[in-house]
C-alpha cells in the first residue's frame, strides 16, 4: 500500500532557525513526491516536486531512497513560512500508470516566531 | 489562466438532506480530483474523473458521487447527509506533466452539516 507519514503535527522554530520538515513513504516503485503548502485562508498550492530538483521560497528537499523519505528543509525560517505542510505521493497503479490522485500525509503545522 | 473555481464556497444543510457541489477546472485539465479535509483525517481522495469517466475511487461510501461533463467541469454528490460529513470538500484539476499529475486545488466548500 502507498503511504505517507508525517511524524509531527507541529513545528515551532524561530525566525532565522534552520526548519526541516520530516515526510517518510511507502511505495514499491520508483517515487515521484510532492510538498504542498497552505497558508492561513488560501489554498492548497504546489510548493515543490522533487523531480524538478527547484528550490522554492528557500525550500528544498532531497528524495534518499534508502531512507524512504522526502524531508522538506529550509536553512533561514521567515515568518511569512508559517502554515501547513503537506507531502503528497501520487497513485500509480500496478501498471505503472498516473491517476490524478494523492496520497497526503496528516501534514505538520510549522509556527514561526519572531 | 484562471484557476480552480468552486462553488458554492460555503454551505449549511442539515442531517439526511443532499447536496450538490460545483468545480470548474483550470482550462485545458481533463483530470479532476475531489478530496476531503477535515481536521481528524486530513486531506482524503474521494474520486477522479477524466474525460467524463470515474478513473479512481476513495474509500467512501456510496453516498458520495460525482460526475464530470463534456468541459471537464465537475460536480459531486453526497446524499443523506451525516453530521460526520462536514468538511472542506477540495476539487483538484490535473495536468500531466512528466510521468505523473500535478494537481491545481481550488478554495474549497465548506460543508456544515447540523
Known amino acids: 500500500a502507498q503511504r505517507v507519514t508525517q511524524p509531527e503535527k507541529l513545528l515551532s522554530v524561530f525566525k532565522g532557525a534552520p526548519v526541516e520538515l520530516k515526510c517518510n513513504y511507502s511505495y514499491s516503485g520508483s517515487p515521484e513526491l510532492f510538498w504542498y503548502v497552505q497558508y492561513s485562508r488560501q489554498r492548497l498550492q504546489l510548493l515543490l516536486r522533487?523531480?524538478s530538483r527547484e528550490s522554492i521560497k528557500g525550500f528544498t528537499a532531497d528524495l534518499n531512497k534508502g531512507e524512504t523519505s522526502f524531508h522538506l528543509k529550509k536553512p533561514f525560517a521567515q515568518e511569512e513560512d508559517s502554515a501547513m505542510y503537506y507531502c503528497?505521493?501520487?497513485?500509480?497503479?500496478?501498471?505503472?500508470?498516473?491517476?490524478?490522485?494523492?496520497?497526503f500525509g496528516q501534514g505538520t503545522i510549522l509556527t514561526v516566531h519572531p | 489562466k484562471a484557476g480552480v473555481t468552486q462553488t458554492p464556497r460555503y454551505l449549511i444543510k442539515t442531517r439526511g438532506q443532499q447536496v450538490t457541489l460545483s468545480c470548474s477546472p483550470i482550462?485545458?485539465?481533463?483530470?479532476v480530483s475531489w478530496y476531503q479535509q477535515t481536521p481528524g483525517q486530513g486531506l482524503q481522495f474521494l474520486f477522479e474523473?477524466?474525460?467524463?469517466?470515474?478513473?479512481n475511487k476513495g474509500n467512501f461510501p456510496g453516498r458520495f458521487s460525482g460526475r464530470q461533463f463534456s468541459n471537464s467541469r465537475s460536480e459531486m454528490n453526497v446524499s443523506t447527509l451525516e453530521l460526520g460529513d462536514s468538511a472542506l470538500y477540495l476539487c483538484?484539476?490535473?495536468?500531466?506533466?512528466?510521468?505523473?499529475?500535478?494537481?491545481?486545488f481550488g478554495p474549497g466548500t465548506r460543508l456544515t452539516v447540523t
Open positions: 474523473y477524466f474525460s467524463e469517466t470515474q478513473r
Open positions: 503528497a505521493l501520487p497513485f500509480f497503479n500496478a501498471g505503472g500508470t498516473s491517476y490524478g490522485k494523492l496520497t
Open positions: 522533487h523531480i
Open positions: 482550462s485545458g485539465h481533463r483530470s
Open positions: 483538484a484539476s490535473s495536468l500531466m506533466t512528466g510521468a505523473v499529475y500535478e494537481q491545481y
